[in-house]
């Protein structure tokens, strides 16, 4: 239960992200397609969450 209930939360987290942050639907369902692979999501944030960040003044 606890499993399916962190699984919603991360997909309203993603939707949330996508908008604010202005991700293409594609990219956002990449993001999805990662969080389901092992590992997938260490590889999404250097690939594709650092260059987004980079471009809003993050560090």
Known sequence: M???LLTVLYLFTLIEFTV?????????VLFLIASLVPFGT????????RP???LNGEH
Not at 42 to 49: D, N, P, Q, T, V
């Open 42 to 49: 260490f590889y999404a944030e250097k690939k594709w969450l």
């Open 20 to 28: 604010n942050y202005k991700v293409h639907w594609l990219k956002a």
């Open 2 to 4: 606890l499993h399916g």
């Open 52 to 54: 987004i960040g980079a």
